[in-house]
């Protein structure tokens, strides 16, 4: 199995700011994702965090919404730009390991005012 | 197009057993994976099957039907603990999951 951790965990944050997440895993991994799941919702693919390229965005995300970099093979970062109460969710960094299984790491909770 | 269905919610008692469906029709498969999520918390991997057939670990089990587009997953000996929201995942093309909805799994004493 992979051990992601993400951070922060939890933020309240306002109106038109921006939020920096980062995500590490302890293993090197063939893939990494971001996802979103808003309240009472299932989990949403936002984009594929590609490392050392620009990220691969899923129908109604946006680049300039949610910037992702991929430095390396252990760690990625998902911002969220110019945040309005409806980006209020939890976003969840995932890797796909070389067995085939995606794990989550513990998400980090966005609560925007 | 996809879709992924699973119910919205299921009630079972405490010991007993309980079957979670879901049926798939996606663009793409590469297995099928289901995850246990608690309220507040990220999900918890249980399974994969990439090919048909019954895996079973401990008190959970999941079958997957490639033909049919269905798989289920089984929890023997109810928990209070096993009270969560229950997701089946297609793995499509390029790594990329796509979600049903979620089984909310109330179990009762």
């Known amino acids: 199995s992979a051990v992601i951790s993400q951070k922060p965990s939890r933020d309240i944050c306002q109106r038109g700011t921006s939020l920096t997440i980062q995500c590490q895993v302890d293993?090197?991994?063939?893939?990494m994702f971001w996802y979103r799941q808003q309240p009472g919702q299932s989990l949403t693919l936002i984009a594929t965090?590609?490392?050392?390229?620009?990220?691969?965005?899923e129908s109604g995300f946006v680049i300039d919404k949610f910037p992702i970099s991929r430095p390396n093979l252990t760690f990625s970062t998902l911002t969220v730009s110019n945040m309005s109460p409806e980006d209020s969710s939890i976003y969840l960094c995932?890797?796909?390991?070389?067995?085939?299984?995606?794990?989550f790491g513990p998400g980090t909770r966005l609560t925007v005012l | 197009g996809q879709n992924i269905d699973q119910p919205t919610e299921m009630t079972a008692t405490e010991g007993a057993i309980v079957q979670i469906n879901c049926t798939y029709q996606t663009s793409g498969f590469n297995g099928l994976f289901w995850y246990q999520q608690h309220a507040g918390e990220a999900p918890t991997f249980l399974s994969y099957n990439v090919l048909d057939g019954l895996e079973e670990k401990g008190r959970f089990s999941s079958f997957l039907s490639r033909s049919k587009g269905y798989s289920y997953l089984l929890l023997k000996e109810l928990q209070m603990k096993d009270s969560a929201s229950y997701l089946c995942a297609v793995l499509g093309p390029g790594g990329k999951l796509i979600f049903g909805q979620g089984t909310e799994l109330s179990v009762k004493p």
């Open positions: 293993s090197q991994v063939t893939m």
């Open positions: 995932s890797v796909l390991t070389h067995q085939d299984t995606q794990y």
């Open positions: 965090a590609n490392q050392g390229s620009e990220a691969t965005y």
